[in-house]
């Protein structure tokens, strides 16, 4: 931009400035407000207990000390080609998982094993593709086919992309589990939202691609296999989610607002102007103290309306809880604020493994203590990030493996790759 479009656009935000109603501190007090709102009924968003939010100072939580799970901590990452387009219509991602461990004792050796998975959609009926999975020493490859006519075909690029993620590291943390011994940490959500919402969508007598396909109902049920095992030793899994579009809290607070007809000083309903969830509780956690790590007490979803009727995220897959009923398996999730970059991260753990309020202070305790350490997300997952990372150069040569038709290149994806999971509201 040259000097003159600068000048302009600095006009344009003084205008923009100016006209914000509420300044810094004001924006706090009015968000710590509504936040105490989510308490009330209304709404798929419930309080496990009383909100509250809290800080605690960094040098008191980021040493091993009182760990509640002081042995080796787990980290399961899944990295992605990002989807590969092609002229004939091929669509192609690869995604290889790894399994991270840290800790003073951890024995690295399950570091070893990894999980690749790479799924292709080609609407042609002359493709001889199949199914495949090929054994080597450490490593475990599938080929997965992505079924024609599923889904619409705007979104097939990111559905093929979420099954290869959701696949593999799904798998890799089954194929884990029998040599962990301490708590688990995934990458993202605890539950597999976007392939969640295929399956509650095809219960609900939607379209979907679980309608035909056993694979995304085999996804879910992996990742309740990891729930159900770490339950049964005690030990906590739990998702970390860094950024998200989802706007789940802010929908329920504007429903228990408009239910309980909460009304401000100039006699209307109170304002939510947040879009995102991540902007309003980044704004109820702020503290210009950069010595504290501030977050809030826990919240539960209560399921996903569909065509005006609500369901569990589970429900259709009732049968496979060994430990509950679908509710008992809600995600259950807390806000941590970081006080250098003011980042938010959402913890979510199952319902299931923070119903009881002793339990539910050691799984938090253990998160924050991870986090605090790292000021960011915990160790092992940034160690799974690092080792299963696929590099630019490597997914260029990955994409150049297709010698029978010529790659096509998607400026909209390069560089801005979200998980599918942050696009599906639940």
């Not at 705007?154 to 890799?172: F, G, M, P, W, Y």
């Not at 295929?198 to 979907?208: F, K, T």
């Not at 899994?237 to 100039?266: C, F, P, W, Y």
């Not at 960011?376 to 990030?385: K, L, M, Q, Y």
Request: glycine letters at 8%; one cysteine or more; charged letters at 30%.
């Amino acid at each position: 931009m040259d000097s003159e479009a600068i000048g302009a656009v600095r006009e344009l935000f003084a205008e923009i400035d100016a006209a914000v109603p509420r300044d810094r501190e004001s924006q706090a007090e009015h968000a710590r407000r509504l936040f105490g709102l989510l308490e009330r009924e209304g709404g798929i968003v419930e309080a496990v207990d009383e909100p509250a939010f809290h800080r605690t100072r960094l040098a008191e939580l980021g040493t091993w000390m009182d760990d509640p799970w002081d042995g080796a901590t787990y980290g399961v990452d899944a990295s992605t080609t990002r989807p590969l387009e092609y002229n004939n219509g091929l669509v192609v991602d690869a995604a290889h998982a790894k399994t991270g461990v840290t800790g003073g004792s951890a024995d690295r050796t399950l570091e070893r094993s990894g999980r690749v998975v790479g799924v292709a959609y080609l609407d042609d009926g002359d493709s001889t593709l199949h199914e495949k999975t090929l054994e080597g020493e450490y490593v475990t490859a599938d080929l997965v086919r992505f079924p024609e006519a599923t889904e619409e075909p705007r979104n097939i690029s990111k559905s093929v992309a979420a099954v290869a993620q959701r696949l593999s590291e799904s798998r890799q943390a089954v194929e884990s589990l029998d040599a962990l011994d301490g708590a688990l940490f995934l990458d993202g959500s605890v539950l597999p939202l976007g392939i969640v919402y295929w399956v509650l969508l095809d219960h609900a007598g939607g379209r979907s691609p679980a309608g035909s396909w056993n694979l995304p109902a085999e996804i879910v049920g992996n990742y309740i296999e990891v729930i159900d095992r770490q339950y049964e030793r005690e030990q906590p899994v739990l998702g970390v989610v860094k950024t998200s579009s989802m706007s789940q809290v802010l929908d329920a607070l504007r429903e228990k607002i408009e239910q309980h007809d909460v009304r401000g000083d100039n006699g209307r309903l109170l304002d939510v102007p947040w879009v995102r969830d991540h902007q309003f509780m980044a704004e109820v956690l702020r503290f210009d103290d950069l010595d504290y790590l501030t977050y809030t007490s826990w919240f539960v979803s209560a399921g996903q309306e569909i065509n005006g009727q609500r369901y569990e995220l589970l429900e259709p897959l009732a049968d496979r809880l060994e430990h509950g009923s679908p509710s008992d398996y809600r995600r259950a999730f807390c806000f941590v604020r970081l006080p250098k970059t003011g980042d938010l991260l959402r913890v979510e753990a199952p319902y299931l493994m923070v119903q009881d309020s002793e339990m539910r202070e050691r799984v938090q305790l253990k998160a924050l203590k991870e986090i605090a350490q790292q000021q960011g997300v915990p160790r092992a997952i940034e160690r799974a990030d690092k080792l299963a990372r696929i590099s630019r150069e490597n997914r260029r040569k990955i994409r150049d493996l297709i010698e029978r038709t010529e790659a096509t290149y998607d400026h909209n994806w390069d560089g801005r790759w979200r998980d599918l999971d942050d696009d599906t509201d639940l």
